[in-house]
């Protein structure tokens, strides 16, 4: 039986409310950065508190909340630029909720998603702020940028036009350059480039990152020639060497290869770590047998950029043609162990698996060789096309996974569209300066911002902010009190336990504070903290029959009935005319398998009032545990009356409707309750089984599926398995009836 809530009806008159305001924060604009603009948290929050003193709150929580949503924005800017990416999303997320007209925090969103690579989330932010600005210039070139890595090159290049048009500006120009080129439009973007060059003074910079841009796209004279300019201009200028060298690998051919060659050699000259020459060196000797100094430079690589899977798939090579097969074992595990390989194309995966696999079958290890030969399998069926894969023992241009040539076509341009993107000015000082800086003025935002959303009643929006403001700064005198009360008021019984406890530990004769607790224990199934809440109390407590119900249930569940009887005939004498008071009592008699006098209670109620949610309900249930399946049905048939949507009353009409062989009145039921609760797992499984028995096997497949999803039980494993038997699915089926072995409960017959 679930625990009686009817009570609340008469709780909340019980207890006098009154909100107390957090003390104004004289040196506010002192406390943070102290810049009085308004792009500064502090101006906002001044402004908030003049006008909550003046006693216009709508003003004031407008400012408070502009005030919150740009701290917490400049507070994620912060995160980001630290590397933070999860935690400055999800100070952005706060930013933008707290104000959603700050369209500067949509932005800064928008930007912190695109640069995590979550481009759907990313566009969702450009667009709601084109939505409110249609010439918003960053949107514009946000959104261009998303549609260019997501493959939609001539949208972005119809944003960043327009962005252009709304500002000349760098950045947008080589975006829309690089989009051109996508499109094969060289001709307009060489007219773009030719502009930047002409503005801007001629660097090497400049030149290699356009020498970048054609190399990405695959015009690789045009970047050589920009690679060249670039070392013209500076010989010594970083990465320039290891740019042209890749720029010729790709060209292949012996004349390039030697080039390339020569060029990496060049970069390691100055710079004798440099992992794109070190890579493709050790893989141009490789091709070229010059097995040695391969391994020299590939290990040269793998101790410059250790997480890259690269040089350990060509030492698997190279130590492969040596018949060193431990040592390859050694190098592909490791390979294969690498995040980055999980963004690997599926031919180089299957690739690495087809080595270990020669390698385990070398050493005699044929278990774990057919073991990689199946995820060797397994992995080249998942490239389309169904290539084959290119042997491990002859030399191959095309860049491997996690390669330098791989990491730049698929995360460069990113990087290259993300390098000069916009960042929001954050403050100088560190995360941990700034927060200390702004905690006691987003701790007295939030708190206030509560004070005023309960006092307009709206309780579960004050709990909230009562908790913000708890994380900012737990020191605000009245914040427990305020916290308690406003998610006390919201039926928030697990958020208001915690700021109860702290009152009634320093004020335990408060009886309105007792009662609370008593209560929010109650409603949290804590009967045994809600008796000892109550128990000093137990003699004074108000003649209101919920609270008496309520205290007299917890102790009866707490074994204590003869205080229970006498709670609940306070209760009776104080509500007799009223039918919550009868519906109550009903189920704490069920509970106690009292089913006689269960009924009396719930007839009664109904008496009182015909239409009383739960009554028919609960009057249903007693029925239905006593076998009365007739008569329970249409108690629940006029919960469902009064109520159509009545979930609980659905789901056991539709069991009993299954027992008396009504499979489509059940499963019309089944799915209505599905519609309301899709995480009903027992519907889930009830229509599964039913479907099963109609013969609609693919349909209780899903069904049962789903149910397992939701909370895996030995019975939904069992009919799972006679589904997946049905529709042909042996291996599965067998499958399923295992884990149905091993989670039934011993000594039980298979249902």
């Given at each position: 039986m679930s625990t009686p809530r009817g009570c609340l009806v008469w709780l909340m008159p019980l207890?006098?409310?009154?909100?107390?305001?957090?003390?104004?924060?004289?040196?506010?604009?002192?406390?943070?950065?102290?810049?009085?603009?308004?792009t500064s948290p502090e101006t906002h929050f001044d402004a908030a508190q003049t006008y909550q003193i003046a006693g216009d709150f709508d003003r004031a929580a407008s400012e408070y909340k502009r005030g919150i949503s740009i701290a917490l924005e400049q507070l994620g800017n912060?995160?980001?630029?630290?590397?933070?990416?999860?935690?400055?999303l999800e100070s952005l997320r706060k930013a933008t909720q707290a104000d959603p007209g700050n369209l500067d925090a949509q932005i800064d969103l928008g930007i912190a998603y695109f640069r995590a690579g979550d481009y759907d989330n990313a566009k969702a932010c450009a667009l709601r702020v084109l939505e409110s600005d249609v010439g918003s210039f960053q949107a514009q070139n946000l959104l261009g940028k998303i549609n260019f890595m997501q493959g939609n090159f001539e949208s972005a290049a119809e944003?960043?036009?327009?962005?252009?048009?709304?500002?000349?500006?760098?950045?947008?120009?080589?975006?829309?350059?690089?989009?051109?080129?996508?499109?094969?439009?060289?001709?307009?973007?060489?007219?773009?480039?030719?502009?930047?060059?002409?503005?801007?003074?001629?660097?090497?910079?400049?030149?290699?990152?356009?020498g970048q841009a054609y190399r990405q796209t695959g015009y690789l004279d045009q970047a050589v020639e920009r690679f060249k300019n670039a070392l013209k201009l500076d010989p010594a200028y970083p990465h320039a060497h290891a740019y042209l060298g890749m720029t010729y690998f790709t060209m292949g051919g012996k004349q390039n290869l030697d080039l390339a060659r020569e060029q990496f050699r060049l970069e390691l000259a100055k710079s004798p770590t440099d992992y794109s020459s070190l890579y493709y060196l050790g893989l141009i000797e490789l091709d070229a047998g010059e097995l040695q100094a391969a391994e020299a430079s590939l290990q040269g690589a793998h101790r410059s950029t250790p997480e890259e899977p690269g040089p350990l798939l060509l030492l698997g090579r190279l130590y492969s043609q040596q018949e060193k097969?431990?040592?390859?074992?050694?190098?592909?595990?490791?390979?294969?162990?690498?995040?980055?390989?999980?963004?690997?194309?599926?031919?180089?995966?299957?690739?690495?698996?087809?080595?270990?696999?020669?390698?385990?079958?070398?050493?005699?290890?044929?278990?774990?060789?057919?073991?990689?030969?199946?995820?060797?399998?397994?992995?080249?069926?998942?490239?389309?096309?169904?290539?084959?894969?290119?042997?491990?023992?002859?030399?191959?241009?095309?860049p491997d996974a996690a390669s330098p040539e791989f990491i730049d076509s698929q995360a460069r341009l990113h990087a290259m569209l993300v390098e000069k993107e916009k960042k929001t000015e954050a403050p100088a000082s560190s995360e941990a300066q700034y927060v200390h800086a702004v905690a006691k003025l987003l701790g007295n935002a939030y708190h206030n911002l509560g004070v005023m959303d309960a006092r307009k009643g709206a309780y579960a929006d004050a709990s909230e902010e009562f908790k913000q403001a708890q994380r900012w700064d737990n020191s605000i005198p009245q914040l427990d009190r305020n916290s308690a009360l406003a998610a006390f008021r919201a039926q928030l019984y697990s958020d208001a336990i915690g700021p109860l406890e702290r009152l009634l530990q320093n004020s335990p004769k408060d009886q309105d504070l007792r009662q609370m607790l008593g209560l929010s224990y109650y409603m949290m199934n804590r009967f045994k903290d809600s008796a000892a809440t109550f128990r000093p109390i137990v003699g004074s407590l108000p003649a209101n029959p919920g609270l008496l119900l309520s205290a007299g249930i917890a102790f009866v569940k707490a074994g204590e009935t003869s205080t229970a009887e006498r709670l609940f005939s306070r209760a009776f004498e104080s509500g007799d005319a009223t039918p919550e008071v009868h519906l109550m009592l009903g189920q704490a008699y069920a509970d106690q398998s009292d089913n006689p006098q269960a009924l009396a209670e719930f007839k009664h109620a109904l008496e009182l009032n015909p239409r009383l949610p739960d009554a028919h309900y609960y009057w249903g249930m007693v029925l239905f545990k006593s076998g009365e399946l007739d008569e329970a049905a249409k108690h629940f048939q006029s919960e469902?009356?009064?109520?159509?949507?009545?979930?609980?009353?659905?789901?056991?009409?539709?069991?009993?409707?299954?027992?008396?062989?009504?499979?489509?009145?059940?499963?019309?039921?089944?799915?209505?309750?599905?519609?309301?609760?899709?995480?009903?797992?027992?519907?889930?499984?009830?229509?599964g089984k039913a479907l099963l028995e109609q013969g609609d096997v693919h349909g209780a497949t899903r069904e049962l599926e789903t149910s397992i999803q939701l909370h895996p039980t030995d019975y939904a494993y069992f009919q799972l398995s006679n589904a997946y038997m049905r529709s042909g699915r042996e291996e599965d089926a067998k499958h399923a009836l295992e884990?149905?072995?091993?989670?039934?409960?011993?000594?039980?017959?298979?249902p």
């Open positions: 207890f006098c409310i009154s909100w107390a305001f957090a003390p104004a924060l004289a040196s506010a604009t002192q406390t943070a950065q102290g810049r009085n603009d308004l912060l995160k980001v630029a630290t590397g933070d990416s999860p935690g400055g944003e960043l036009q327009a962005a252009l048009a709304i500002t000349p500006d760098f950045d947008v120009a080589y975006s829309l350059a690089l989009t051109n080129l996508q499109l094969k439009k060289l001709p307009q973007a060489t007219v773009l480039f030719d502009e930047m060059q002409a503005s801007l003074a001629d660097t090497p910079e400049l030149q290699a990152l356009i097969w431990l040592a390859v074992i050694s190098v592909l595990r490791q390979a294969i162990s690498q995040p980055s390989m999980g963004i690997a194309p599926a031919s180089q995966v299957a690739l690495a698996h087809q080595m270990l696999s020669k390698a385990y079958s070398a050493v005699g290890q044929s278990a774990d060789a057919t073991q990689e030969l199946a995820l060797a399998k397994q992995s080249g069926e998942k490239e389309s096309g169904g290539a084959d894969h290119p042997s491990p023992e002859k030399g191959n241009h095309t469902l009356d009064l109520n159509s949507k009545h979930p609980q009353s659905l789901y056991q009409l539709a069991y009993i409707r299954l027992q008396q062989h009504q499979p489509s009145e059940a499963n019309r039921l089944l799915a209505e309750v599905i519609k309301q609760q899709p995480s009903n797992s027992d519907a889930h499984y009830q229509l884990t149905f072995e091993k989670l039934k409960p011993k000594n039980v017959a298979v």
